[in-house]
């Protein structure tokens, strides 16, 4: 069994890692550490995992995580590449949820995310999380940067058709829309239920961090620059997500069978399930389970193709695929622990 | 035209006010305060109110409220009363929406709010504001206590059996459940989108200061003790409370028609509609309006009278209200500004 | 006092007028038809109407509607239009809030809405009930069509892009998101609220009735063909509509204001409300009210437009603006009836 | 592995069925059937079971369940009981999801259901299915009546205080509250997201089926006569059941430490959760588990006990309890296939 830590597993991501790892078939949750909680049994903040999880948090501050095969980094950025050199230095390999080796450059990361990067060397290793793209390598790697909810759909959506060179890099468009708990668990005004349930509105058009990093990442499958317009909303939905994705095809590209594209680009892919052609995926055919799904149109015949992808932002967009990394990372079963059935209604 | 002030208004019971206020006949919003966002115009905060109201907020150090003819306190406990000496020797009346003027006996204010009474003598005149219960009394108050929420769905509930002594006062139950917006515009994590949607809880079985509020002034109208259980809930919406209320007849009184004395009680009432027999009354036919519905039923024609209250809670709950006494006090026509039809759906 | 007939006011457009009229100073509702409710007091259909409307439904197919001065169709596509001739014919105005009269080509009518045009010669001199770009020919109008809550979005969006030419309108793009009540009052699956709650989902990606009625309008508006994208998505939450709309300036055009050219287009009009520069508008900032905001965006100050409009699809998506071409038709106030202050929170 | 077939999988009963014995170690479902989709794969109408799921709907009128171990029928009244002889002939068990065999009263059945019963011989045989009051009964029998949701929670919450007579068995008071799944995954306008959502009503305090049902079976714990207020709910959220229930202590039973009695009671029971004093649970503690939590409170220690009972309404209050059932017929695991830990948030 592989030994697990989890650092700051008090937010949400948290909790679902540790929905996912106390029913894993390989993996056993060794420590979890809290600067708040420490010394609170995890099942006294969730009940939810009463009876599942008999373990108390660790102080973040004294907890020794060197005995761990694999720690997670559930944090606040800059956490994760604060600890990093020690734990890679005793041979523990780490999964980051948060941002710091997501970005391989440290100018953007310091302009987004207001920290100078303080293990760049390590930055320059790391892998980054994407199975479907990034397999090989993170299964060598010893830290995994685990991909932003937005980026996963973006990624795993316009994939197919940049690697092909087939549509306009230049003028991509994903408008998104993410469910209230990708804020993070969190006392905010802006994630209130009164202030965000029966209720939409768009959030970051002026700016938000899942756009450099998806276009960074979509750079590396593009012969062409890439452009990308990417407005995200928020929707009065505690999980989901689902990005709306545009891109014109070129001229010579007119008569490709997208939907057969997609179908091949992914007929192997455990989490990645391409619908049938006409389908509108609905986000809460993923709620829950790490399945990604995709549908294809293209209106009218025309020159855009319109992509619906849909996951569960805490899953497939975070917890879930972390939870698959570790598995590539130790050479289990890629699906193992991840076999949960959506839960629908 | 009054000149009207609020000091406080940025949370729920304050926006709520100025959308009251900013279309009443007879009333004009002179100035409003706040602590935090002095200078900033009150249609900035809230952009619900461009184009209705221009006003700045004040800076509540600073602000001079002696030129208002009435002033509504939208804020924590513990602020009217320390204005109340200095505004009531300035001639100006106080509405506060707080606590401070509710429980007559000063000991359970500070037992339950965990502030020392600061003015007593002003405390003894302050009429409670529930025009149906105390409708003379507000009239020539210069200081009325705004009910709380739940107190006055379960005083309009369970007066008219009491006042006729046709149940065991000495065991009401009142099983209440309110929408979130009842817990105020703050970023609390128990209020958090995340956490309180998709989900239902009771959060005050252990003790709630609605309870005290209540038992005294059911108590005044009732001839025997009044013993209560409340069991307040918190339900996944924004505005809406629904008080279900249990009393059981005494063996006297068991041939009451008691749809009838309801009937004949809240007759007049502008803003109390009593339901035909059978109904099951929504929370969201009185939402955004100042009406409380009530059905009566019995079971069985068993010994127990079943009431179902609804009301919205910010309205007749509380800045409706606050208004409905404000008309009183300066005589003018009592459903003033507050005519407007329920939001459904 | 305009004496007003509502046929088929059981649906939420219907209840949506009821609530609008009941207090509109300068009409007056006199008879109200339902083809299954003939007899029913509305009140007891629609308890928030209680002691506001003491009227019955009158029986659709035995009310005479000649005695009123206007008569809104709040009814399935198709009755309208067989109505009108013996209505107008009788000198009563007409307002449809279904399609009968919205496509100017009886073609696509037919094409979209399954339904041939029983009395094109009518259909002709109909004018198109969007005020702000058709305030005269709705001021002298017999009958005019409503629009649809999508199409005011994206016309009144787009407008003064097409106008001035400045955008490539044969590839625009329209990112809309609705609430549920968009669907109108009906019993069915996809918007039930254990299928529709707590979830998100595109739904016309392949085809909305929608398209070709906001393509006609765009293309009286601009001197080069237009196309559009449109994607249609459902939202959990009962009101709202939130466009996300995306045009390319053309490379003369890329030195324009865009927000000082938007300030310009409306800034007479009461009922659009454009925003600072950098805004997100929530949907329920137009809670319950007839105004519509939009906010101008152009991320990265580069060539693509992004504009975030807002509406309660029930109100300018629907009541409110019929009533808002009512009072043009009647020489009213245009904003007579209208001036509700949005429910927030 | 047990053959299971499933009569009426389309409703939400039916699906929440699939999605636990999709993987259930020791069950294999090997028939599924429905009148409107024969021929439809499953997976077709539940997006979420792509890939866990390749069955299509059987033809409920020519399908041969006879070669199943067990059948469970998630379907209307009055469907198991016309099939049950000849399924019962065919030595197949069956669990019945309706209500077909809870009542053992056939005139109560008949009173409530408008249905005469077809096999009272069976009825009287068959095992009423909630395993912690009569799990010996429910291993041998050959028909199991599977209990309703509120009943459930009504049950397994007074049990502990009847079965001791510790309390007034004559004024049993249950407030309680459901999730919208409960009605069922129908085309109606009062579950409909634009009429349930932001809202909340009572909905059948003048009479419901469950009621009768709980009487009946809370009987068989009390040696005095049981009275029963039964006030249901409708709260806006998909999943999730709330009991709130108040029984008044006998005076000769004041002294009861009832926070152990209820302890003792649950120690060893895998799906019930007696919570430390003082809490207040949610109902997403329980979401998609088939865990059911009770917490104990005695306001101001008075003579009243007042408990709040939380569970997933589609599981442990009916889906999960029948695989349970399954289990304990079988000689399985009582936990096999039920060990989900809940979703949260």
């Known amino acids: ?15 679902e890692l540790l929905r996912i790892l106390a029913q894993h078939p390989g993996a056993e949750l060794t420590m979890i550490t809290s600067r708040k909680e420490a010394g609170t049994p995890v099942a006294d903040l969730y009940p939810s995992l009463r009876g599942f999880l008999d373990l108390p948090f660790s102080d973040t501050a004294t907890a ?14 800059g956490v994760a590449m604060a600890d990093a050199p020690k734990m890679v230095a005793a041979g523990v390999k780490i999964i980051d949820l948060a941002a710091d080796f997501r970005l391989q450059d440290p100018a953007k990361f310091e302009q987004w995310y207001k920290l100078s990067h303080s293990c760049p060397d390590l930055l320059a290793e790391a892998a980054y999380g994407l199975p479907e793209l990034n397999r090989a390598a993170i299964a060598k790697a010893r830290i995994v940067a685990n991909p ?21 890099a230049s003028h991509l468009i994903a408008d998104c829309k993410s469910g209230v708990s990708g804020a993070g668990r969190k006392a905010e005004l802006g994630t209130a239920f009164s202030e965000a349930s029966d209720n939409f509105k768009a959030y970051g058009v002026t700016g938000h961090r899942h756009h450099p ?25 505690i999980r989901g997500m689902h990005s709306t994705l545009y891109a014109r095809l070129k001229p010579e590209a007119l008569g490709t069978d997208v939907q057969a594209l997609f179908e091949d680009a992914y007929r192997d892919e455990p989490f990645v399930d391409v619908l049938p052609p006409g389908s509108h995926p609905d986000t809460r055919s993923t709620r ?16 855009t193709v319109v992509l619906l992808v849909v996951q569960d932002n805490l899953v497939k967009g975070a917890s ?14 890629e699906t193992a622990g991840l076999r949960h059935v959506p839960v629908l209604p």
């Open 213 to 237: 990093e998806t276009i960074e990442k979509l750079q590396l499958l593009s012969s062409e620059p890439v452009g990308l317009l990417f407005s995200p909303h928020l929707v009065p939905m």
């Open 288 to 303: 829950a389970s790490n399945m990604l799904r995709i549908a294809v149109h293209r209106p009218d015949a025309g020159d």
């Open 148 to 168: 932003g909810c937005y980026p996963t759909t973006m990624q795993l959506g316009f994939a197919p058709l940049l690697k092909k060179g087939l549509v306009d």
């Open 1 to 15: 069994m592989i030994k697990v830590g989890i650092v700051g597993g008090t937010g949400y991501t948290g909790v």
């Open 64 to 77: 020794d995580l060197s005995q761990c095969d694999v720690v997670f980094y559930a944090t606040p950025h």
């Open 320 to 333: 879930g695929q972390a939870v698959q990394c570790m598995n590539l990372m130790f050479g289990l079963d």
